[in-house]
């Protein structure tokens, strides 16, 4: 009989067979389970995935930047990324190596995927630190758009970004990875990118930052919603800590740096970066307007046709602009404008003028005057498309609410909140003085400074190029200009100072024009150029009755004035109405030999990778023989040698002390050569000064909104104290500046000239009335 086989069971021995082979099955299946994850996820099978193309250029929105002539960043255009990108060679050592230390210590050694933290990971269920490097990070701010809350679906997130990973490890540099990852983060504030961020929080480029500001922003990598310095600076400050002491535990910095940067504030210097705040905000909305004609312009396209967009496709446009000149400019103004209007509105307080901030007005001229304004208005338009009958916008006018406005807090510009009816807040708007101010290069037309307004914010019509103003006495230049050009008569010419009437309809005026002199003097002669010095009006209509209107006009045209002017003998006198803009190209050409140079604001656009758009074209003209152009800048120095630009030297003042009050800056010191011409209309409603060296043309206007607010009397109400003193501030400070190379030479005389302008030996009944030194006042009452 046969024996039975004994097994181990029958021992009682367990078969562990079955289990080590399913151990095997299971091992080997998750192992093909996670290489066929991979694979579909790589395939494109598990949710979009990057081509090798958009690896190459990631879809990143990147800001237009505006660059001034001195290569610094005037501001930028777009949306929702105000982003800026710039090279790893830009970022400070330092900032690199507090990312390292912080977010992926082995980043040098992996190639995307950190094994030793993703094991760490894995096993301490994510609370031994998480296991992404920064070549996942970049992969996850890059390509996945959301990142989801289930907890599969982002699990299969997570693979792409693994895969990604690799791929940009092997597309790009460490070095590469590292500036794509400064450069693709959100920092908050409008703070997109590396670049935007520094300037933003620390008010600086990226490769300026010190240790404690960049261990700040890599601090923010964690959570910059919940890392803000503005809202979070306690959370953030200890944030910026455990960087430092990440720097200090892999050996980056000493103990004894830690420790003492830890010690420290965050020491921000928030300078945000938006289209209403920042430098040259009023030339800046210029240029949005330039480049949005320039975008439309067929001829402007991408290779594939369609349209650079401004706010997403990084250009670089190129200025003109001087950010040192700019920055002059608008600290003139900022110093002189508060001065001015604490004046006005002493003129204007309820007991001194009723009708404030309006002079000359009856109520019902103010009632239709605040009437058409609300017509004009934003709010208007907005409630009308609302579908608001006349009636009802109307009446919304005078329901009280709260709103911000502008104010002069301590000399500067500011803002406060209160409560006040929208009508109210349109009549006191209405009392604030503005500003208008343009410098140009003559010989180039390259414009170094634009300050369209005091505040974008609240007065967004640029005075520059969009308001055109009463001219007043700057615009007698051109008639004697032309008078010298068809007469070639001299500055030491003589003229009679006594009152003249040109005759009704000589030159198409209907009536007959009488002109009078401001100071009432009609006594003796005037030598024209003490006649353009002291702005005597009489002088003026003389040469106009010799030459008629017609060939001033032509003569303003030839110089650039762009709008209409109607040729009367009043034109003398400055009634038209003309740009800032339009005077300094105007004057420049005096300036530049008689050469007019179409003033240039943009000199080239260029496109994300640096290719040339657009190249601007000089555009220039002879108006005027040198030597005509020559003798007109020599008449116009007699304005600050002996007339109504005197204040400008520096004893001016010694024989009137009471004028140093009113004059910002005093005194002012100039010695050079400068040739320039005062400005001031019959009811001191607008104020101008006209300014001129070799090699920086600059005008000034100063003004309200509407002409019935005005100073009441002409001490104030001059150009001469409106306007000047910011043209004396602003070249003070090009003065001091040397980088700039603003000229204090001569004027440069031709070697042919043949007019006379040495006026040394001059009679005693042709000397001038030293006391016509008030500025010029024209009388516009028969018109």
């Known amino acids: 009989m046969a024996k039975k086989k004994t097994t181990q069971k029958d021992k009682g021995v367990l078969d562990y067979s079955k289990y080590t082979r399913w151990f095997w099955i299971l091992f080997t299946g998750g192992i093909l389970a996670f290489i066929l994850l991979f694979l579909f996820a790589s395939w494109g099978l598990l949710g979009e995935m990057p081509d090798h193309t958009r690896l190459e250029n990631p879809e990143t929105n990147l800001a237009t930047e505006i660059i001034s002539s001195d290569v610094k960043t005037l501001g930028k255009f777009y949306f929702n990324d105000n982003r800026t990108p710039v090279g790893y060679e830009n970022l400070p050592k330092h900032l690199v190596d507090a990312l390292i230390a912080t977010e992926d210590v082995r980043f040098y050694d992996h190639s995307g995927i950190d094994g030793r933290g993703t094991l760490r990971a894995v096993f301490k269920a994510g609370t031994g630190g998480g296991a992404s490097t920064i070549s996942q990070q970049l992969a996850k701010q890059l390509f996945t758009d959301q990142v989801s ?107 004894e740096v830690k420790d003492s940067l830890q010690a420290t504030d965050l020491d921000l210097n928030y300078s945000p970066e938006s289209h209403r705040e920042g430098i040259a905000t009023y030339f800046r909305e210029y240029l949005r307007a ?80 605040l009437r058409d304004g609300m017509r004009r208005g934003e709010r208007w338009r907005i409630l009308k498309a609302q579908g608001k009958s006349d009636k009802e916008i109307e009446a919304s006018f005078y329901e009280p609410l709260e709103m911000t406005v502008f104010k002069w807090i301590d000399g500067k510009a500011g803002e406060v909140d209160t409560v006040m009816k929208p009508i109210d807040s349109m009549r006191y708007y209405k009392s604030f003085l503005r500003p208008g101010m343009m410098s140009m290069d003559p010989e180039t037309g390259h414009v170094k400074a634009w300050v369209g307004g005091m505040d974008y914010r609240h007065f967004k019509y640029d005075m520059v190029k969009q308001g055109k103003r009463q001219v007043g006495s700057t615009f007698k230049p051109f008639v004697y200009a032309t008078a010298i050009d068809q007469l070639q008569i001299s500055p030491c010419d003589s003229f009679p100072r006594s009152p003249i009437t040109i005759e009704a309809e000589k030159y198409g005026n209907p009536e007959p024009w009488t002109v009078e002199n401001d100071n009432a003097n009609y006594s003796g002669v ?17 040469l106009m009755n010799e030459i008629g209107p017609q060939p001033v006009v032509e003569m303003a045209k030839k110089l650039g004035i762009e709008q209409d002017i109607l040729p009367v003998p009043a034109i003398a006198l400055g009634t038209p109405d003309i740009s800032v803009y339009e ?36 555009e ?74 070799p090699n920086l043309v600059t005008g000034v206007w100063v003004g309200a909104e509407d002409r019935a607010a005005h100073f009441e009397t002409i001490t104030y109400g001059q150009g001469a104290s409106m306007a000047l003193p910011i043209w004396g501030l602003y070249m003070k400070a090009c003065y001091e500046d040397e980088t700039l190379n603003v000229s204090k030479d001569e004027f440069e005389e031709p070697s042919d000239l043949s007019i006379n302008i040495d006026c040394s030996v001059v009679s005693k009944d042709e000397e001038p009335d030293e006391t016509d030194n008030m500025d010029d006042i024209e009388d516009f009452s028969d018109f």
């Open 583 to 618: 005077m300094v190209a105007a004057y420049s050409t005096f300036a530049n030999k008689g050469v007019y140079n179409k003033p240039v604001m943009v000199t080239r656009i260029e496109d994300k990778n640096g290719t040339v758009l657009y190249q601007f074209t000089p």
């Open 290 to 369: 330039f480049m949005k004609d320039w975008a439309n312009d067929k001829k402007n396209r991408k290779p594939d046709g369609s349209k650079y967009d401004l706010y997403s496709d990084g250009l670089k446009v190129f200025t003109t602009i001087d950010s040192r000149m700019q920055a002059y400019a608008e600290k003139a103004v900022e110093l002189h404008m508060p001065r001015l209007q604490a004046e006005f509105d002493h003129q204007n307080s309820p007991k001194r003028n009723p009708t404030a901030p309006f002079l000359d007005l009856e109520k019902s001229e103010i009632d239709k005057l």
């Open 149 to 255: 809350k289930n907890r599969l679906e982002r699990a299969l997130q997570k693979v792409r970004e693994w895969i990604i990973a690799i791929r940009l490890e092997r597309q790009y540099t460490k070095e590469e990875i590292i500036a794509q990852y400064f450069n693709i983060y959100d920092f908050g504030n409008n703070g997109d990118g590396i670049r935007s961020a520094s300037r933003i929080y620390f008010g600086k480029e990226p490769q300026d930052l010190d240790l404690k500001e960049s261990a700040m922003l890599v601090g923010m990598f964690k959570n910059s919603s919940l890392y803000n310095p503005r809202r979070n600076p306690v959370g953030v400050k200890n944030r910026r800590n455990v960087v430092l002491a990440q720097l200090y535990k892999y050996e980056f910095i000493t103990e």
């Open 526 to 542: 005037q030598t024209l150029k003490d006649a353009l010095a002291t702005s005597t009006n009489t002088v003026t209509a003389r």
């Open 620 to 693: 220039s003209k002879d108006v005027l023989s040198e030597e005509v152009a020559y003798v007109t800048v020599n008449l116009m120095e007699g304005v600050t040698q002996g007339g109504s630009g005197t204040r400008l030297r520096h004893n001016w003042a010694v024989n009137q002390p009471e004028y140093k009050e009113i004059i910002t800056g005093y005194p002012y010191e100039f010695d050079n050569p400068i040739a320039g011409k005062t400005g001031t209309t019959q009811n001191h409603s607008d104020g101008w000064f006209m300014g001129m060296v």
